[in-house]
């Protein structure tokens, strides 16, 4: 009989029992969104002390980012808020839309900018406090946003494609990326070529930009509820199945190249992952809240969380790629220190 | 790894009908009312709801195309998103109410609930529920396909503003919507005033259910549904409208032939077959089979055995449009074991 898998020694699990919307790292510390609109900002450096806890939304908290400001972060509510909470948990009201939802918030701090969506709008809040804000419109609801790595381009998700949008320019006209269908999740590989969406349907829809070229990664049993590049871009890692599905990137992309797994769970989905900044591993969060770590192809990984919860929502490293933070939909939150 | 924990389904009850026929009436009262339940309501029209209640949400009527292979297969992307955010309020509400427009279809939002896998984890599509104005139903079924449509969508029809109709004008009225859907319950109201227990909490689409909710399902001769001289009508008009089939066979199913048939049938005329339900005697099965549809989706499994005194006869009804009767009963005899 194998041994029944443990939590590893080198974590904790932390019991608020609310739903985690989502985690963020900011500098050294975590914010951590709550389903009951309380928001956490947990200190890696001191993982022990109580987090600093505070009521951002009135109803649930839908989405979190890091601020552009160090140690900040954005939430959006059901409330129809978008908060700005300080590294102390001093928090202030950016924007309110009454009876609406914000679902996606984003920033970059190296340009400074600050993006949330309401309904079909995208909305650029300027670097000042008080300053203009750009709405940017679409024919259909906003299902997910992303900021090119370099901070200057926003990808915009909904049906039927993909707008990109230059945050900085005043010219209001976006470049469409059509591809009939849902598009959900985004993500940008890290040298800014290639723009991946996660759809309604179990499949991916990709384009690289310097020729508009589609690509398309199918035959996942389940909808896909994660993506990840890694650190370098050599893999994007992908949910959608019961082990990791990881397309290789480099030498002419994903096209008509088998995929590299790993951390194959035997019955359970894939709902979160997070590439590692610094080291080539990908943490993995499990539908029965199970939080691995492993490698493209490797088949020997490293169990963090033995499962047992609701699935893992949320999973994020610490710019070091030190400590790990997972959270769960029956409100555990796990902390990794992976520092000696 | 080690189990999963079981995510507990929340109850989805559908509200369709006209504009002005009472639907916000009925939202009003499971709103303020005191059931014992709260209800997270999703509104297409945030100013008729008279409370200020944080768990009313507006929606955005967005109808999405899914590229499954099933060609009539459309979805409510706004009430995917809009599930999955009340979801992160886990335990504050015990149920979900959807009001539609007036027009709208109810197909798509039903399909929705069978289509999308965190949709399907979280919640259960409980009922659709249609508010008829008796007084102007009559005329609407016969110019409207959008009334056709919800009426025989429906589990549940309040026949609403009943007191400005006379009983005989009443009669006729059950009559015609019979003849578009033989399963739904009607209820008689006056300003929805019907104890919420009939119109909740219903388990239509739960199939251990259907058999409970039916009790005449089983027992109705299939010609008392019939739509008589609609049927024979060679006339075009009349085929375009719905209608309800209802066929039984006395000898045992093989289960194998009734797939392929059913599949086949929803396959190719799916997008016409607005609602599908049966209960099949299948051979050397001592459990009765219970199947249902939405247009091309599809279910069926063995729930409890059958009633000692029941005859064991298995029966299928059908609504939708361009129902070929003789055929759709030519293809379920063919099915006997």
């Known amino acids: ?340 | 790894m080690t189990s999963t924990t079981q995510t507990p389904q929340v109850p989805v009850t559908v509200l369709t009908g006209y504009l002005g026929a009472g639907k916000t009436t009925l939202l009003n009262r499971v709103l303020q009312e005191n059931h014992g339940k709260k209800y997270a309501v999703i509104v297409n029209e945030f100013g008729e709801i008279g409370i200020d209640n944080d768990l009313v949400v507006g929606a955005d009527e967005e109808i999405f195309e899914m590229n499954n292979g099933c060609i009539c297969c459309t979805v409510r992307g706004d009430l995917i998103r809009i599930i999955g955010g009340l979801m992160k309020r886990s335990g504050q509400f015990d149920a979900i109410l959807v009001e539609t427009t007036g027009l709208a279809d109810p197909a798509p939002v039903a399909q929705t609930f069978f289509t999308d896998e965190d949709v399907r984890r979280r919640t259960r599509l409980d009922g659709v529920i249609a508010v008829v104005d008796a007084k102007h139903i009559g005329q609407t079924l016969e110019n409207e396909s959008e009334a056709q449509n919800q009426i025989a969508f429906a589990d549940v029809i309040l026949l609403n503003k009943a007191d400005l109709v006379d009983p005989e004008e009443l009669d006729r009225i059950e009559g015609r919507i019979r003849t578009l859907n033989p399963f739904a319950k009607i209820h008689r109201t006056n300003r929805c005033g019907i104890e919420l227990d009939k119109v909740l909490d219903r388990g239509a689409f739960d199939l251990e259910r259907i058999l409970g909710m039916d009790p005449d399902f089983l027992h109705t001769d299939e010609h008392d549904h019939d739509h008589g001289h609609h049927h024979h009508d060679p006339n075009p008009v009349h085929d375009s409208e719905i209608k309800s089939v209802s066929i039984g066979i006395d000898a045992p199913i093989d289960a194998a032939k009734f797939d392929s048939w059913i599949g086949d049938i929803l396959m190719t005329q799916g997008q016409d077959i607005l609602r599908t339900k049966g209960i099949l005697n299948m051979a050397g099965e001592d459990k009765r089979f219970v199947f249902q549809g939405v247009h091309m989706m599809s279910e069926g499994a063995f729930t409890g055995p059958w009633p000692d005194n029941d005859a064991r006869r298995s029966r299928l009804v059908f609504i939708g449009r361009h129902l070929d009767e003789a055929a759709l009963k030519q293809g379920f005899e063919a099915c006997a074991a």
Not at chain 1, 6 to 25: C, D, I, K, M, S
Not at chain 1, 34 to 41: A, E, L, N, S
Not at chain 1, 117 to 136: E, M
Not at chain 1, 290 to 296: E, M, R, T, Y
């Open chain 1, 1 to 340: 009989m194998p041994e029944e898998p443990q939590l590893n020694e080198r974590a904790r699990t932390l019991t608020f029992g609310e739903y985690v919307v989502g985690v963020a790292a900011n500098g050294r510390v975590f914010g951590v969104a709550f389903g009951d609109g309380t928001i956490r900002i947990i200190d890696s450096l001191t993982p022990d002390a109580e987090p600093v806890s505070t009521k951002a939304h009135n109803g649930a908290a839908l989405c979190i980012a890091a601020d552009i400001e160090a140690g900040a972060f954005l939430t959006g509510g059901d409330d129809g808020k978008l908060v700005h909470t300080s590294v102390l948990g001093e928090t202030s009201v950016l924007a309110e839309h009454k009876h609406r939802w914000i679902e996606h918030v984003t920033s970059h701090a190296g340009s400074a900018f600050r993006v949330y969506a309401v309904g079909k709008d995208a909305i650029v809040l300027s670097k000042k406090a008080g300053g203009q804000t750009r709405t940017f419109s679409h024919k259909s609801s906003v299902a997910g946003l992303a900021i090119n790595p370099k901070g200057r381009r926003l990808a915009v998700s909904h049906y039927d494609g993909v707008s990109l949008w230059w945050l900085a320019s005043k010219d209001s006209k976006p470049t469409l990326l059509e591809w009939k269908g849902s598009h959900l999740q985004l993500a940008w590989s890290p040298d800014g070529m290639h723009i991946i969406s996660a759809m309604q349907e179990n499949a991916l829809h990709g384009w690289r930009l310097s020729d508009a070229e589609h690509m398309r990664m199918s035959g996942y049993p389940a909808k896909i509820r994660a993506l990840a590049f890694t650190r370098k871009g050599q893999f994007l890692a992908t949910g959608g199945a019961e082990s990791v599905v990881c397309w290789p990137f480099t030498g002419g992309g994903p096209m008509g190249k088998t995929p590299a797994q790993f951390g194959h769970s035997g019955g359970t989905p894939v709902t979160a992952l997070a590439a590692n900044p610094k080291l080539d591993i990908i943490a993995a969060g499990f539908e029965n809240g199970a939080v691995v770590l492993g490698q493209p192809g490797e088949e020997r990984t490293v169990t963090m969380v033995p499962g047992g919860t609701g699935p893992v929502t949320a999973l994020c490293w610490n710019p070091e790629g030190e400590i790990l933070l997972a959270g769960t939909e029956t409100g555990e939150v796990h902390i990794a220190d992976f520092r000696s």
